[in-house]
């Protein structure tokens, strides 16, 4: 049987240390760990002012205040209206159809329009941006549902006044 030779770690790190300062060429590694190393001084370098450039001035019109028109439309309130859009055909509209809603208001500009894919079945919660400014209302909020698969639903309904809850749409099939 051969004797083991037990080497406690302790002394295992103190010979890397010394392996490393030999290396590194310190005659006392400690000192210098300890110490904090301060660089020579070498040539200080000043900077140079820029070459001095003449400035020039320009002389230009006063500007006149830019006129500011605002129409109805322009000035006009963009308020949220809750829709919940829902057919009662019998037939199966898949997730990723589209529905588009749109927003008409009398007297009031372009329409507003939302388009959406379903990510489920009816009834169809959506909440839309309309204008509600003067000459909104009354208002027609169409939805046109485009299933995947070739089915076409439709519906209206006309607002007399800003909704205070949902809005209820019921789509039927589009006929031609």
Do not use: N, W
Request: proline share 10%; net charge positive.
């Amino acid at each position: 049987m051969t004797p083991t030779l037990t080497i406690p770690r302790y002394a295992v790190l103190a010979a890397f240390l010394c392996a490393g300062f030999a290396v590194q060429g310190c005659t006392d590694g400690t000192a210098q760990m300890v110490k904090p190393q301060v660089a020579t001084p070498k040539e200080v370098v000043k900077p140079q002012p820029a070459p001095a450039v003449p400035i020039q001035t320009v002389t230009k019109a006063p500007r006149k205040a830019a006129t500011v028109t605002r129409s109805a439309v322009q000035s006009q309130k963009r308020e949220y209206i809750a829709l919940s859009v829902s057919y009662m055909e019998r037939i199966l509209v898949p997730a990723g159809s589209e529905l588009v809603l749109s927003a008409t208001g009398e007297g009031s500009g372009p329409p507003s329009i939302k388009t959406t894919k379903t990510k489920s079945g009816p009834p169809y919660s959506v909440s839309m941006p309309v204008e509600t400014g003067e000459g909104a209302y009354p208002m027609t909020v169409e939805a046109t549902l485009t299933s995947t698969i070739g089915h076409v639903l439709s519906g209206r309904v006309t607002l007399t006044e800003k909704p205070t809850g949902p809005v209820e749409i019921i789509m039927h099939t589009k006929t031609d």
